[in-house]
């Protein structure tokens, strides 16, 4: 049943399968925007608060997990739509996704080895749906100084700093001169900055 998986994992759409469907339920109705495109990385989420079946869900020869990612459209320039719902991992010995190993960015001063999905250069995209703070320095308590909407495609650059138990990227947004600021990838819960794609 796709043990590999577990709450917290990326993972990305196998390509030449057409893309994952994301629906309202395990089986249900298509989610506006679906499907997740080929190539894209997902990030597998904890039971949604009004499921209470067994989690991931299998029924009859798929299993399913709740994630969000993006689909292909563009909602203003340099920012997809971010989607949410049920998506089938697999059917029976056909996988639709895979697990996305991270690497080690850095360890923090306690030597725990802080993961990262990210290098230099690569371009990302916003998961959060409620956005992402932009700090003046790679520390949360650092001054705010923008923010970037959910679905928002930027640049990391340079190397990865690790502080407070986050690994920090500088951000820089499509089209920009030079980075804004800093973004935390992600902490224990979730993952804030993910690949746009692995093709």
């Known amino acids: 049943m796709l043990k590999h998986f577990q709450v917290g994992s990326l993972a990305i759409v196998i390509p030449g399968k057409g893309g994952n469907n994301v629906r309202a339920t395990p089986n249900g109705a298509l989610v506006d925007g679906s499907p997740i495109p080929e190539h894209a990385v997902l990030a597998l989420l904890p039971r949604p608060a009004n499921w209470n079946g067994a989690y991931p869900y299998a029924l009859n020869t798929h299993v399913w997990w709740y994630g969000r990612s993006r689909t292909e459209e563009q909602v203003a320039p340099h920012r997809f ?114 690949p746009l794609t692995l093709e």
């Not at 991992?89 to 996305?100: K, P, S, T």
């Not at 993961?115 to 990302?124: D, E």
């Not at 308590?141 to 502080?163: E, K, M, Y």
């Open 81 to 194: 739509r971010v989607i949410e719902g049920w998506t089938a991992a697999n059917e029976g010995a056909n996988d639709f996704i895979r697990l996305m190993q991270p690497a080690v960015a850095c360890y923090d001063t306690m030597g725990t080895a802080l993961l990262t999905n990210l290098g230099a250069g690569q371009q990302a995209y916003v998961l959060p749906s409620d956005g992402l703070n932009v700090r003046a320095q790679p520390d949360q308590h650092s001054a705010r100084v923008d923010g970037l909407l959910s679905g928002s495609v930027i640049t990391v650059t340079g190397n990865p700093v690790c502080n407070h138990k986050m690994v920090w990227w500088q951000v820089q947004p499509i089209g920009a001169a030079k980075p804004i600021g800093w973004c935390s990838e992600g902490d224990a819960q979730e993952w804030f900055l993910i």
